[in-house]
């Protein structure tokens, strides 16, 4: 079993920089490749970024890309998402997720991913 805990977001202006942090319960988290996601109002969720379980090799969704950075530390069984350069469009809940598959690939697919976090919403003003 693993719970994972999400923490920062809130309410900034475009152009604005924010952390989200997600930390992890259990022994084998360094193991499991991890993602965010994120559903904006209306919307389905979609793939935001994703690390491998080592955090050698990073994805970043395009729109996201160069904004956006995933990285994790695994003595903390945490993993972070910064997001710089915040646009309206960013708006959403985010949610971190856990693939508790030991040293397995990256996944892109919400559907592929078995632990998620509480969420934490996000909202960039113009």
């Known amino acids: 079993q693993v719970q994972l805990v999400q923490s920062g977001g809130g309410l900034v202006q475009a152009g604005a920089s924010l952390g989200l942090s997600c930390a992890a319960s259990?022994?084998?988290?360094?193991?499991?490749?991890m993602g965010w996601f994120r559903q904006a109002p209306g919307k389905e969720r979609e793939f935001v970024a994703a690390?491998?379980?080592?955090?050698?090799?990073?994805y970043h969704a395009d729109s996201v890309k160069g904004r956006f950075t995933i990285a994790r530390d695994n003595a903390k069984n945490t993993v972070y998402l910064q997001m710089n350069s915040l646009k309206p469009e960013d708006t959403a809940v985010y949610y971190c997720?856990?693939?508790?598959?030991?040293?397995?690939?990256?996944?892109?697919?919400?559907?592929?991913?078995?632990?998620w976090g509480q969420g934490t919403q996000v909202t960039v003003s113009s």
């Open positions: 690390i491998s379980w080592g955090g050698a090799n990073t």
């Open positions: 259990g022994r084998a988290f360094n193991t499991f490749p």
């Open positions: 997720a856990a693939d508790p598959s030991p040293y397995g690939r990256v996944k892109f697919n919400q559907y592929e991913y078995v632990y």
